[in-house]
T-cell receptor, first 110, second 116 residues
Framework: GNSVTQMEGPVTLSEEAFLTINCTYT??????LFWYVQYPGEGLQLLLK?????DKGSNKGFEATYRKETTSFHLEKGSVQVSDSAVYFC?????????FGKGTRLSVIA | GAGVSQSPSNKVTEKGKDVELRCDPI?????LYWYRQRLGQGLEFLIY????????KSGLPSDRFSAERTGESVSTLTIQRTQQEDSAVYLC??????????????FGNGTRLTVT
């Protein structure tokens, strides 16, 4: 069945550091890939998505590229801010309920 | 309201009691999902409603768990004879379609259930 594996946290970075959160997946067919984010005290919300191989999703300075050859969808940001502190979830799906990873907690310190 | 609303936000119950969790989706969203998140774990799919179709119950962990949805409105998740391993945050989400590339999920803030 479909599954998602993402790097375990917590991840602690200084402001303006480079961020990578790894995500790999196992899937049948051609799923869409997503990153959701949960800020403190808020519900999960969609951060970015990619619907086919080699697509790059981007939002708020975050990027992730759908790599079919490595079955990966790593999340990156060149310069993190304190306001990026949150839990990030990688997910895959399409026409079926989304399958989520365990989440990675990011803390950015000034 | 503008978002998905869940109630209660916190629930503490004794082992063996029944609990009912409520979800109010965004108006007009045909799809509704329940997920469970245990401490340190990812989101575990429980059940999915899409319009008037039969729900996808494939994620329900046991027959103590059930859920209902009336039309395209409120959903209730019921857990009978609660056990300590049921302690988790129960998340509800709704979307316009199947949650795929064109219809992202909108999540509520969850109900934190603690079984003592």
């Amino acid at each position: 069945g479909n599954s998602v594996t993402q790097m375990e946290g917590p991840v602690t970075l200084s402001e303006e550091a480079f961020l990578t959160i790894n995500c790999t997946y196992t899937a049948t067919g051609y799923p869409s890939l997503f990153w959701y984010v949960q800020y403190p005290g808020e519900g999960l919300q969609l951060l970015l998505k990619a619907t086919k191989a080699d697509d790059k999703g981007s939002n708020k300075g975050f990027e992730a590229t759908y790599r079919k050859e490595t079955t990966s969808f790593h999340l990156e940001k060149g310069s993190v801010q304190v306001s990026d502190s949150a839990v990030y979830f990688c997910a895959l799906g399409g026409n079926t309920p989304l399958v989520f990873g365990k989440g990675t907690r990011l803390s950015v310190i000034a | 309201g503008a978002g998905v609303s869940q109630s209660p936000s916190n629930k503490v119950t004794e082992k063996g009691k029944d609990v009912e969790l409520r979800c109010d989706p965004i108006s007009g969203h045909t799809a509704l999902y329940w997920y469970r998140q245990r401490l340190g774990q990812g989101l575990e799919f429980l059940i999915y409603f899409q319009g008037n179709s039969a729900p996808d119950k494939s994620g329900l962990p046991s027959d103590r768990f059930s859920a209902e949805r009336t039309g395209e409105s409120v959903s209730t998740l019921t857990i009978q004879r609660t056990q300590q391993e049921d302690s988790a945050v129960y998340l509800c989400a709704s979307s316009l379609g199947t949650g795929g590339s064109n219809s992202p999920l909108h999540f509520g803030n969850g109900t934190r259930l603690t079984v003592t």
